[in-house]
């Protein structure tokens, strides 16, 4: 089994910044994609950004056209937790974000899709005030 705990939400002002972590335990995998995705109330839950690595080297990270140039994903060395850097943050970036899992590299179509994802965060609120 695995279990992701999200961290690093709050409240902040538009044009500030937040680091979010999400931190992983259980089952490992030889190859892994974790990604974030954010959900507004009454909405749908919107793809973020996603990192893909293999333990035999590289990774591949794919972005929501919303945050391209204002948020980074990233990984520690152990591969354990993730981390998605938000910089220059609007009020339409004000959600629930959730961290998502799943074992293999994921496809750029794939891996945008939320129902690819078996392993699921409780979710951090992100709020942003104008």
């Known amino acids: 089994q695995v279990q992701l705990v999200e961290s690093g939400g709050g409240l902040v002002q538009a044009g500030d910044s937040l680091r979010l972590s999400c931190a992983a335990s259980?089952?490992?995998?030889?190859?892994?994609?974790m990604g974030w995705f954010r959900q507004a109330p009454g909405k749908e839950r919107e793809f973020v950004a996603t990192?893909?690595?293999?333990?035999?080297?590289?990774?591949?990270?794919y972005y929501g056209d919303s945050v391209k140039g204002r948020f980074t994903i990233s990984t520690d060395n152990t591969k354990n937790t993730v981390y998605l850097q938000m910089n220059s943050l609007k009020p339409e970036d004000t959600a629930v974000y959730y961290c998502?899992?799943?074992?293999?590299?994921?496809?750029?179509?794939?891996?945008?899709?939320?129902?690819?994802?078996?392993?699921w965060g409780q979710g951090t609120q992100v709020t942003v005030s104008s």
């Open positions: 998502a899992r799943d074992s293999g590299i994921l496809s750029e179509q794939r891996a945008k899709n939320p129902a690819q994802y078996g392993y």
């Open positions: 990192i893909s690595w293999s333990w035999s080297g590289g990774n591949q990270q």
């Open positions: 259980g089952r490992t995998f030889s190859s892994d994609t």
